[in-house]
């Protein structure tokens, strides 16, 4: 779970969102509409078990071997991983936030660089093990604040569908919906965060420095529908084909204007 220095980046993001979200236009009689702030979260009745949100995409590398090392080297800023005495996102000797970040050795997959941490996480492999965590670069993932999730019934493991929206200039080579994994839990009352391969198969700027976007993003979550376990990307994209079948059998019932 992280806090602070990342809801920093989310909240310059979402700033910059708030003129860009579209317009959305619900049945009443088949959905569920619910405040999280100043976002909106729609629940549609009568199938899957499913909500959704509109929000911009910050951009997260957590789990990522290469995502954080010492003196500034790594895809992401280390203050988004926490701070010495604080560390929120790095795995430690102590395995307290109190400790002193672990440095991966010659047999890891980025020496040199610390461990980085994901809240869903490979519990069959040691602690200290890189390739516990869900893998930033390689998985598409989401981040949803832990208030928001528990409320929706939502838990690490769960799956996604994230939409981007299509414009007249459009990239054929990238799919306008991509399906994801709920693999870590962000900061309270900030919603729109995806993992750097999620934004690269969604062609959106994926550099976690600076990249993301304040465009409106579609992130439709499905409770209930994972195992609580990391899973691969083809695994992911199969569970999310056949969610996407039956959200679309209900999906009517919320319209773009």
């Not at 996480?121 to 993932?141: L, M, Q, T």
């Not at 839990?185 to 304040?214: C, H, W, Y």
């Amino acid at each position: 779970m992280h806090s602070t220095p990342r809801a920093i980046r989310l909240s310059i993001l979402a700033l910059l969102a708030v003129t860009r979200v579209s317009a959305e236009t619900c049945d009443a009689a088949k959905t569920t509409k619910t405040t999280y702030g100043k976002y909106t979260v729609v629940a549609i009745r009568g199938g899957v078990k499913n909500f959704h949100f509109v929000a911009g995409m910050a951009i997260d590398a957590d789990g990522a071997p290469d995502a954080y090392g010492p003196d500034g080297k790594g895809r992401d800023r280390l203050a988004n991983a926490g701070k010495p005495g604080h560390w929120q996102a790095l795995v430690t000797d102590d395995g307290k936030p109190s400790g002193k970040p672990i440095v991966q050795g010659d047999a890891d997959p980025a020496p040199g660089f610390y461990v980085s941490t994901t809240t869903l996480e490979d519990r069959s492999k040691a602690a200290k093990d890189p390739h516990r965590y869900v893998d930033a670069s390689k998985i598409p993932y989401v981040v949803l604040p832990g208030d928001l999730a528990k409320k929706q019934g939502a838990k690490p493991g769960d799956f996604a569908l994230v939409r981007r929206p299509i414009s007249d200039d459009d990239e054929a080579s990238k799919p306008s919906e991509v399906g994801a994994i709920f693999a870590d839990v962000g900061p309270k009352g900030q919603l729109g965060e995806g993992s750097i391969a999620l934004a690269e198969a969604l062609g959106i700027p994926s550099d976690p420095k600076t990249g993301g976007t304040a465009a409106s993003v579609t992130y439709i979550v499905f409770p209930g529908s994972g195992n609580g376990k990391p899973r691969s990307a083809d695994e992911i994209a199969a569970e999310t084909k056949k969610l996407a079948a039956k959200y679309a059998e209900i999906s009517s019932a919320c319209a773009s204007e």
